[in-house]
Nanobody, 124 residues
């Protein structure tokens, strides 16, 4: 099993920045090959934001390219999401997820373990 705990969410004004963190723990963390961030706004479906594979190759949703940066600390089993130039439409619950397979895409159905989420609210 893998446990994921997100932190770093909060309320900011448009144009501001936040850095999300996700700490992975448990017996299967050594099997993690792909890690990602997803988000879900009220009344909307959960969507992919960014994923990063075992070679640290990132993939971003078009809506966040150039503003968000995904990274990870393999030794500490921590995943990060640096969010800059935040927009009102970025407001959502942000979830960390991981999978054990190398195939790493912005597809919710691929991921094995999920965190409880951290709320991001961007005001105008």
């Amino acid at each position: 099993q893998v446990q994921l705990v997100e932190s770093g969410g909060g309320s900011v004004q448009a144009g501001g920045s936040l850095r999300l963190s996700c700490v992975a723990s448990g017996g299967y963390t050594h099997n993690i090959a792909c890690m990602g961030w997803f988000r879900q706004a009220p009344g909307k479906e959960r969507e992919g934001v960014a994923v990063i594979d075992s070679r640290e190759h990132p993939t971003y949703a078009d809506s966040v390219k150039g503003r968000f940066t995904i990274s990870k600390d393999n030794a500490q089993k921590i995943l990060y999401l640096q969010m800059n130039s935040l927009k009102v439409e970025d407001s959502a619950m942000y979830y960390c997820a991981v999978r054990r397979d190398e195939f790493c895409r912005l597809d919710l159905s691929l991921f094995d373990y999920w965190g409880q989420g951290t709320q991001v609210t961007v005001s105008s």
